[in-house]
């Protein structure tokens, strides 16, 4: 099982955590409501986790062009 973060924009790998057990509590996880479970997280067939969060490029372009936000994808 591995858990797999993606940027939601650009779908750039970000890192990646192979473990056989991970702790959701030492991840975070389960300070997450079900709303942002359901937005942030997708469970792959093959028991991964893929978590989607915001790369630094795609970080530092929000913050350039603040009215970004207003949008799903901003990158074509």
Do not use: S, W
């Amino acid at each position: 099982m591995a858990i797999i973060y993606q940027c939601r924009h650009c779908t750039q790998e970000i890192g990646r955590l192979e473990e056989q057990v991970l702790d959701a509590a030492l991840l975070g996880i389960d300070r997450l409501t079900a709303k942002e479970k359901q937005e942030m997280m997708e469970y792959q067939a093959n028991g991964d986790i893929k978590i989607y969060a915001i790369c630094d490029t795609c970080e530092a372009a929000l913050q350039e062009h603040p009215h970004y936000h207003e949008l799903d994808y901003f990158i074509q």
